[in-house]
């Protein structure tokens, strides 16, 4: 049993790690009259431990948005001592959630979080897997949900070349949304493209953070590689200008699977939360 | 071009290739108001040749039921010759055809028929793929739609020696539904059964036509059998016995995939044809 570094006491964290098909919800985060994967996991929640005003405190890791998909997120959430009660002699685990939660949710595991754990703040790397199949791929109606149809042949030689050019700690500003006092310097610390046995391309990005829309924005710019519309070189002296351009498209969100989340050992879980907390308070940077 | 046996001449028929993601449709055949495969297809096919009263003739090899998946489908459809005019320069392939349909069918290949060929009766065997998630499998959202989820452990091994005894020229009876008049005589050439690296079993069955709901009652009697209800003694008795039983039942639509059609060669598909003509308007047995 764990307290949560700043609450009142009294409270028991949970970790929660989860996957889930995107296509049929809003995004991870809550929404008034629309359908979100925050919104079935705090209904799924109150089934068993009764409404809660805060929406248990869950908190996430990665905010994915409409139509993306993850196969490992985290959260967790925070109950009182009245919850735990409610709880019963059944543990918290994922059997029992996954009872209560549609198909398109799954929980992969439910733990007592360690001290100072923290699902977004504790979080050293998030990573991304984004699919596309070009014109080489032969159509397959079951991955229609899971992968970007681009008509065209695309090189992925290239694109890797062109990805590999992007790795580093760098201002991203060419491929985020700027934001009033928001940095957009981040650690891109992977940046892998591969055609699959299948023949789809995948691309895997890892990053202390992303800003909102980067991987999409980086995917868009790939493409435009891979189709033979930029250079490597171009790209590299947009991403070096870091101003946004009209050269690249920002793609549409269904290729796109959180994959990872990383945290770093359990002593520094604590040192870390307060590290991220105060740098996105100062900077407000989106994760 | 091909003059199809039968018809009164001046058509020319395609054969057409495509799979499905069964799940958004009411199966394969044709219902007024329903959501079908062949209903979308001929929709698609209007786009190009206009309306026909007759559906293009189109004719399947495998009438799959609601909720049931393809990654490989044969048909074929007769076109006369103003619908060849209408066709223009553009050769009716697989990208025109997708360009038509919703994404949730993609068609793999069109061709000329080669002489006599008929998408049902010139096919002397059809595969499927049944893919069970059992409580040794890690939940998975994106494969919700693919796999029937089995929440005890399945012993596969035992559901593959079951299976075996299940393999050759059989009355399976005791998996059909009893038609007047119609034989339940199958040649069942393959049953194997194997965990995947993902944790998932996939049954997979060859025959050279499976009764209606025949793959899933196999399904059922194989998952009693993993689940240790059934022994492979009784499941062998069951068979022999050939009556229908309640020691299993007939599995939900949604784990099942047809994934092959397999023809003679060219020169033997008109007497295939014939052969099979011969006996389903004999013995009108569902293929």
Redesign the interface.
């Known amino acids: 049993m764990t307290m949560p570094a700043g609450s009142s006491g009294g409270l028991c964290r949970f970790r929660i790690d989860l996957?889930?098909?995107g296509t049929d919800f809003a995004g991870w985060a809550k929404q008034p009259g629309l359908r979100t994967v925050q919104g079935v996991l705090e209904q799924a929640l109150s089934q068993i431990f009764g409404d809660d005003e805060d929406g248990f405190g869950l908190r996430v890791a990665g905010r994915t948005d409409a139509g993306v998909?993850a196969?490992h997120q985290v959260c967790h959430i925070d109950l009182n001592p009245q919850q735990l009660k409610r709880m019963g002699r059944t543990p918290l685990g994922?059997k029992r959630l996954?009872g209560l939660l549609p198909?398109?949710?799954?929980?992969?595991e439910v733990s007592e979080a360690p001290d100072g754990f923290d699902a977004r703040f504790s979080a050293t790397g998030r990573s991304y897997q984004f699919t596309i199949a070009d014109a080489e791929c032969?159509?397959?109606?079951?991955r229609?949900?899971?992968v970007l149809?681009v008509p065209k042949s695309l090189d992925e030689k290239l694109m890797a070349r062109a990805g590999k050019s992007l790795i580093g700690l760098k201002d991203f500003g060419a491929f985020c949304k700027p934001r009033e006092g928001a940095t957009t310097i981040r650690s891109l610390r992977k940046l892998a493209v591969k055609r699959g046995s299948s023949g789809e391309i995948v691309i895997s990005l890892e990053a202390d953070a992303f800003c909102h829309n980067m991987v999409r924005a980086i995917v868009g710019s790939l493409i435009a590689v891979g189709e033979k519309r930029l250079t490597v070189e171009e790209l590299t002296t947009i991403q070096v200008e870091a101003k946004r351009t009209s050269k690249f498209k920002v793609v549409e969100p269904k290729g796109l699977t959180l994959s990872a989340i990383s945290y770093p050992k359990d002593a520094d879980l604590a040192n870390q939360a307060e590290k991220a907390r105060n740098k996105r308070s100062a900077a407000e940077i989106s994760v």
Request: aromatic share 10%; hydrophobic share 25%.
């Open positions: 996957a889930y098909d998909h196969s994922a996954n198909q398109d949710v799954r929980v992969l032969p159509p397959d109606p079951k229609a949900r899971y149809e």
